[in-house]
């Protein structure tokens, strides 16, 4: 019952009524996890993905001053010209970081470069490219604006706004407004300590040849990774052996230092009774089946004062659970405000084969057609141990809980990998 084949035909325990839905599941580990302890000041290049702790607010105004959009002539928008030609008198020029000093008055103007500092006086660039220069007269023609081609002071950033309120992960644009601000530390919670490890006899290390009954281990990689993307202090510990007594040392070592444990294999029906009675002792721990597929077995729970994500083995339940649960509440273990999967809906290409009464991530590949629409097509086989559909994909296909198999041309939520979920 646990070994599920690519076709599946264990329909009855889909419908089974002990089943939680994704979102009841995602309700449950919602409400039981939140931020953990522990803030530390950083150089701000050091906090890159990051949570921040604190509110950031400006302390300057970004532009510090009015400055020109483009190369050009600073001037007062009263002397353009309504028709006609204005000709104006050049009397000096403005580089970024090198101001002009004078002040422009009536009918004169400066030459300007962008990013520097509008000149006393002038309100407004005309550019080079609409501009005749001949020695010191600079003519200008109609069809100007005054106040154009100039960057306010503030415009971005205003003294006193708030930047980021604590929870944001600070990225590329965060770093870089941060540096704008000329901020040089900043407070971002703790990095979470994450332990990890495969469980499973038939599991044998890269390295070693396979023994008859045999398979090299995936999930840990694959663990790895994601992990490593999240940015959390992770420890690997290996692949444990279907005992009790390796077990248990490995679930009292990793609740002896980590804020969770993420685990593969043995939670299925099957193999539960034995790691459940091991849990039982150590923690609380729930073992939930959650109608969905790939993913149907998952434990969810406490050991210590560790949370506890006890994942399916096989692999593509690895990825679809790591997504729709895991990642979700360790980011908010982490501190950041929540954030689930975004999806979005699109037209299928292929029928989706498809049962009601769970919800179904099946592996898609997002595409253009010529005519510019954004359409999916299926990966294929959806069996749960193809780990290889999960690489050829771009999105999870979510199909909802009580929907019967999809037409081609009808429209599914997609849910795209990359920047979504993995940034
Ligand atoms: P389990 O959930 O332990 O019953 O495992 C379900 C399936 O996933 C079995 O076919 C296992 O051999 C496979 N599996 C379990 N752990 C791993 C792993 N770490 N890497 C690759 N396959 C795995
Ligand atoms: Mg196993």
Redesign the pocket.
Known sequence: M??QTTLDPSCQDDSDPSSLSVEAAWERIRTDIQPVNGIERLNVRQALGRILAEDIRSTVDVPAHDNSAMDGYALRGADLPPEGTASLHLVGTALAGHPFTGTVAPGECVRIMTGAPMPTGSDTVVIQEQADQADQQVHIGPGHTPGQNVRRAGEDLRLGQTVFTAGTRIGPAELGMLGSLGLVEIAVRRRLRVAYF???D??ENAGKPLEPGQ??????YTLYAVLQRLGVEATDMG?VP?TPQALETAFRDAAGFADAIVT?????V??ADFVKDILDKLGEVGFWKIAMRPGR?LAFGRIGRAHFFGL????V??VATWYQFVQPALRRMMGQAIVRPLGFRVRTLDRLRKRPGRTEFQRGILERLEDGELVVRTTGSQG??I?NSVSRANCFIVVPHDSGPVAAGDYVEVQPFEGVMGG
Do not use: A, M, Q
């Open positions: 646990s070994k495969s469980t499973g038939e599991l398979i090299y281990d995936s999930n840990r692949v279907d593969s294999g043995g939670v299925s099957g193999e077995p399916p083995g096989n692999p339940s690895v749960s141990g780990l």
